[in-house]
T-cell receptor, first 115, second 116 residues
Framework: GAVVSQHPSRVICKSGTSVKIECRSLDFQATTMFWYRQFPKQSLMLMATSNEGSKATYEQGVEKDKFLINHASLTLSTLTVTSAHPEDSSFYIC???????????FGEGSRLTVL | AQSVTQLDSQVPVFEEAPVELRCNYSSSVSVYLFWYVQYPNQGLQLLLKYLSGSTLVKGINGFEAEFNKSQTSFHLRKPSVHISDTAEYFCAVSEGYGGSQGNLIFGKGTKLSVKP
């Protein structure tokens, strides 16, 4: 099946710093990627929809200035957590939609820990 | 609006026993249904999906699910589980438009624990 890669898989940072997480579709083009957040022992919550070449669409309650999303190419979307705080610590997962079939494939996830 | 309800947050079973993980959904339009498995500290892996056609869907690792439109259910089953099936299982629904998946709405997950 198609492969979606996230990097880094784990990141620890100090409070107040910014962290960038990359989501790449390795063997297909993805005009649309999704970013999810998963709290411990809970389900995935959609944060935003990332569209190549345009602004991301954020879900209600998600701070646009806190979670910056850039989808500069058909194979790469990035999520930047700006001025991170301990409450931003979470597991972030991306998915990418294959352009012609519409199927979704998920990345391995990135665990962010803010000290 | 779509929603997904996974009725059991935890399901403990013994190895080689059968298991059923329940999932009910609500939607006003036609839907695509999915089951994903998540191992600790990993992303999601697709187990199986229902898009159209036969209501009994077979997936990987010996899992299968049956789409029941009248009961708005999509329960996941396996006749004999292994220790390696211990994981979190998520049911998800997507409204389909022209064959393309829309945004996925996930249930809260069911933690399957297989004991020796």
């Amino acid at each position: 099946g198609a492969v979606v890669s996230q990097h880094p898989s784990r990141v620890i940072c100090k409070s107040g710093t910014s962290v960038k997480i990359e989501c790449r579709s390795l063997d297909f083009q993805a005009t649309t990627m999704f970013w999810y957040r998963q709290f411990p022992k809970q389900s995935l919550m959609l944060m935003a929809t990332s569209n190549e070449g345009s602004k991301a669409t954020y879900e209600q309650g998600v701070e646009k200035d806190k979670f910056l999303i850039n989808h500069a190419s058909l194979t790469l979307s990035t999520l930047t957590v700006t001025s991170a705080h301990p409450e931003d610590s979470s597991f972030y997962i991306c998915s990418a939609r294959i352009q012609y079939t519409g199927e979704l494939f998920f990345g391995e996830g990135s665990r962010l820990t803010v000290l | 609006a779509q929603s997904v309800t996974q009725l059991d947050s935890q399901v403990p079973v013994f190895e080689e026993a059968p298991v059923e993980l329940r999932c009910n959904y609500s939607s006003s339009v036609s839907v695509y249904l999915f089951w994903y498995v998540q191992y600790p500290n990993q992303g999601l892996q697709l187990l199986l999906k229902y898009l159209s056609g036969s209501t009994l869907v077979k997936g990987i690792n010996g899992f299968e699910a049956e789409f029941n439109k009248s009961q708005t259910s999509f329960h996941l089953r396996k006749p004999s589980v292994h220790i390696s099936d211990t994981a979190e299982y998520f049911c998800a629904v997507s409204e389909g438009y022209g064959g393309s998946q829309g945004n996925l709405i996930f249930g809260k997950g069911t933690k399957l624990s297989v004991k020796p």
